[in-house]
Structures are given as C-alpha cells and as structure tokens.
C-alpha cells in the first residue's frame, strides 16, 4: 500500500493549462488500469499554481522537458518526460504515468520532493536541470535527449 503525501512537505510545483488540461483527461482515462499512479497524478495537479502556457518559467518540467535529475538510489539521469504512447525507456522517454513522472511534473531545476517508487520504497529526487526540446508544429518534438538539448 501506498504511503498517503503530505501537501506541506512537497515544493511549490506550476503547470500551465494546455498540460493541466490534457494531463487531467488521461488519468481520468487510466483511472481503473492504474488507481494509485493517476491518484497520485490528481493530488499533483490540484495542488499546482495554473498559469498560462506562454507564462512558464523555462526551467520547470512540463510535457515534453528534457529533465536532468539525480535521486538518493541512483546516479544522475537525463529522461524526457512524455505522454504513456510515446514511452521508451531505451531512448530515454519515460512516461507521465509512472511514479518518477508525475514525481517530476511541475518542478523547477533546484526542487527536491519525495516520491514512492512500485515497490512501495520512498524516494528523494532533486532536479538538476530542465531543458524544453524544440517546437514542431506547435508542440514539443518528441525524440531521445542524446540528440543535443542540455
């Protein structure tokens, strides 16, 4: 069973509308396949500061962010953070609908929080850096991070 989280010990996350809007719709539609990762997806965004797309701070996470972060279990990592269709671990695209991706979701470059891992083991992640891949057609480019962003 899943620890419940603390709203008080969590940092301040920001996301903007088109994310909150399309992120809100897929746990809705994963709510019976997945129960505890889409709960834990809700309670993430019901506690971020909505702002407009165009008002993001560059180095917060959002859809599509190349994400360089480091956490008490594992040397740093670089993951894009991506819709559950366009996953791939092995090229470094990890899915919003896991633990570590909605743990990421919202946070800026210097924020630590606490997340719980499949196993049920708590965790602490900090992000290192952020950086957004290039627009295409008006959304992010989905691609493996080894293809230049820092």
């Known amino acids: 069973m899943r620890e419940p989280t603390d709203f ?69 990592k670089t993951l894009q953070l991506v819709f559950p269709g366009d996953a791939d671990i092995a090229n470094g695209r990890i899915s919003i609908l896991t633990p570590i991706g909605t743990a990421l979701i919202g946070l800026s470059a210097g924020q630590s929080i606490a997340w ?3 196993d049920g083991r708590r965790h602490r992640l900090t992000v290192v850096s952020v950086s957004q891949p290039p627009l295409v057609g008006g959304g992010p480019e989905l691609q493996s991070p080894d293809r230049g962003w820092s």
Do not use: H, Q, W
């Open 116 to 118: 719980c891992a499949n």
């Open 8 to 76: 008080a010990s969590k940092p301040d996350i920001v996301i903007g509308t088109t994310d909150y809007e399309r992120l809100e719709g897929l746990a809705s539609s994963f709510e019976t396949r997945l129960p505890s990762v889409t709960e834990d997806l809700l309670t993430e965004l019901s506690r971020a500061r909505l702002v407009p797309d165009g008002a993001l701070p560059a180095d917060s996470v959002r859809m599509g962010s190349v994400v360089r972060f480091r956490t008490d279990a594992t040397d740093e």
